[in-house]
């Protein structure tokens, strides 16, 4: 609709230069200024041919222009009455500096105006007269007429590109905000996958205990299970109360320190555990990621693992941090572990902030190892 509008809008333009050149060259036609031939049918066609050039000057706009100087020069080769430079070719170079064509609008008319002035010189006009008001303001004219030309084509350009700008932003916008929403759902997922699944993991686990034990043991372990599940339960609030959020503060992240509480499940839980977690410098990022990596890694060996020893460390070398774990299992499920969502969101956490993560199943069991610089931040 709105081509169709523009291309209906162009066409009425080009019908009224039309009309306008047509009356504007046959009114000066008729004025029969000096000429040896008196105006006729001839010369009124030769203004209603100008005139309709214009109908195709958005199509061959240098076509126009040379035909519309050839018209120029064969009407007063014909003797025709003079009507001007400017008047009859100033259509014409309008609609070629319109159309990009700037170079040809100034050459026509440099040889147009030569042309004429020497016409008229060597026709015994006055000099003074040809040379001192008739050159000037004609070529004052013509001038005007070219770069009104060339501003309006600078002007739809820029518009056009402006355009082009504003579809190109709103794209990328629309691309930044479905890669944040993307980004805010891969992390929702990374945490609720190693917090909950840890917390449930260890809900399991002890929940096989209090099955097999008795006494006090089965207390122990049934309180286990009543902690690990609110944990996971209070993981779960924390996460609904930011989707339900407006000010979209994030999840607080997890520290160092909180290593020693989480590898306290484990041990409960009968693993002989060994830890040597190093007082390191690091960004919040880097800590919340060694953090989630040791609580992940720690997680598979309770779900697939029949190790009896799992041993977590973490220190500091040229600002790089570096964690490890390590259990003792052998032959057991892990060595045909195919990594999945736990394993995928650990090594995005580090090589999200540009560290690496490795993970090595073997006989001497499995092991992940994350390096991580020191200062990174997301």
Same mark, same amino acid.
């Not at 050149?21 to 001839?42: E, F, I, Y």
């Not at 006494?215 to 989707?243: C, H, N, P």
């Given at each position: 609709?709105?081509?169709?509008?523009?291309?209906?809008?162009?066409?009425?333009?080009?019908?009224?230069?039309?009309?306008?050149?047509?009356?504007?060259?046959?009114?000066?036609?008729?004025?029969?200024?000096?000429?040896?031939?008196?105006?006729?049918?001839?010369?009124?066609?030769?203004?209603?041919?100008?005139?309709?050039?214009?109908?195709?000057?958005?199509?061959?706009?240098?076509?126009?222009?040379?035909?519309?100087?050839?018209?120029?020069?064969?009407?007063?080769?014909?003797?025709?009455?003079?009507?001007?430079?400017?008047?009859?070719?100033?259509?014409?170079?309008?609609?070629?500096?319109?159309?990009?064509?700037?170079?040809?609008?100034?050459?026509?008319?440099?040889?147009?105006?030569?042309?004429?002035?020497?016409?008229?010189?060597?026709?015994?006009?006055?000099?003074?007269?040809?040379?001192?008001?008739?050159?000037?303001?004609?070529?004052?004219?013509?001038?005007?007429?070219?770069?009104?030309?060339?501003?309006?084509?600078?002007?739809?350009?820029?518009?056009?590109?402006?355009?082009?700008?504003?579809?190109?932003?709103?794209?990328?916008?629309?691309?930044?905000?479905?890669?944040?929403?993307?980004?805010?759902?891969?992390?929702?997922?990374?945490?609720?996958?190693?917090?909950?699944?840890?917390?449930?993991?260890?809900?399991?686990?002890?929940?096989?205990?209090?099955?097999?034990?008795?006494?006090?043991?089965?207390?122990?372990?049934?309180?286990?299970?009543?902690?690990?599940?609110?944990?996971?339960?209070?993981?779960?609030?924390?996460?609904?109360?930011?989707?339900?959020?407006?000010?979209?503060?994030?999840?607080?992240?997890?520290?160092?320190?909180?290593?020693?509480?989480?590898?306290?499940?484990?041990?409960?839980?009968?693993?002989?555990?060994?830890?040597?977690?190093?007082?390191?410098?690091?960004?919040?990022?880097?800590?919340?990621?060694?953090?989630?990596?040791?609580?992940?890694?720690?997680?598979?060996?309770?779900?697939?693992?029949?190790?009896?020893?799992?041993?977590?460390?973490?220190? !500091? %070398?040229?600002?790089?941090?570096?964690? *490890? $774990? =390590?259990?003792?299992?052998? &032959?057991? +499920?892990?060595?045909?572990?195919? @990594?999945?969502?736990?394993?995928?969101?650990?090594?995005?956490? !580090? %090589?999200?902030?540009?560290?690496?993560? *490795? $993970? =090595?199943?073997?006989?001497? &069991?499995? +092991?992940?190892?994350?390096?991580? @610089?020191?200062?990174?931040?997301?």
């Amino acid at each position: 609709m709105a081509l169709s509008w523009r291309s209906s809008s162009a066409r009425s333009v080009d019908i009224a230069l039309f009309v306008g050149v047509t009356v504007v060259l046959s009114v000066v036609v008729s004025a029969d200024q000096a000429g040896s031939r008196s105006p006729d049918v001839l010369a009124y066609l030769w203004a209603v041919g100008l005139g309709a050039l214009m109908l195709i000057r958005r199509s061959m706009p240098r076509l126009v222009l040379a035909l519309t100087a050839l018209g120029f020069f064969t009407y007063y080769i014909a003797g025709f009455p003079a009507v001007g430079v400017a008047v009859p070719i100033s259509a014409a170079l309008f609609s070629a500096a319109e159309a990009g064509y700037l170079r040809a609008s100034v050459v026509t008319a440099a040889v147009v105006l030569a042309a004429s002035t020497a016409f008229r010189l060597a026709s015994g006009q006055s000099p003074s007269f040809v040379l001192g008001y008739e050159l000037s303001s004609h070529a004052a004219l013509i001038a005007a007429v070219i770069a009104l030309g060339y501003s309006v084509r600078a002007r739809r350009t820029l518009q056009q590109r402006t355009e082009q700008v504003v579809r190109l932003v709103t794209r990328q916008t629309a691309m930044d905000t479905a890669a944040h929403a993307r980004e805010g759902q891969l992390l929702l997922a990374r945490e609720l996958h190693d917090s909950m699944g840890h917390s449930l993991s260890v809900a399991s686990l002890f929940a096989d205990v209090a099955r097999e034990a008795d006494g006090t043991r089965r207390a122990e372990a049934i309180d286990r299970v009543k902690s690990s599940v609110s944990d996971a339960m209070a993981q779960l609030r924390s996460t609904v109360a930011l989707l339900r959020s407006t000010d979209g503060e994030p999840l607080a992240n997890p520290t160092l320190h909180d290593l020693h509480r989480l590898l306290e499940g484990p041990a409960s839980a009968g693993y002989e555990v060994t830890s040597r977690i190093e007082e390191v410098v690091a960004s919040p990022d880097v800590e919340a990621c060694v953090y989630r990596t040791v609580q992940e890694a720690v997680t598979n060996t309770m779900r697939h693992s029949n190790a009896t020893h799992i041993t977590v460390t973490v220190g !500091a %070398e040229d600002d790089v941090v570096e964690a *490890t $774990v =390590h259990d003792n299992g052998t &032959g057991n +499920r892990l060595s045909r572990f195919t @990594p999945g969502h736990g394993v995928r969101g650990m090594r995005e956490r !580090a %090589e999200k902030l540009g560290g690496a993560l *490795t $993970v =090595h199943t073997g006989p001497d &069991g499995w +092991r992940v190892r994350a390096t991580l @610089p020191a200062k990174a931040r997301l």
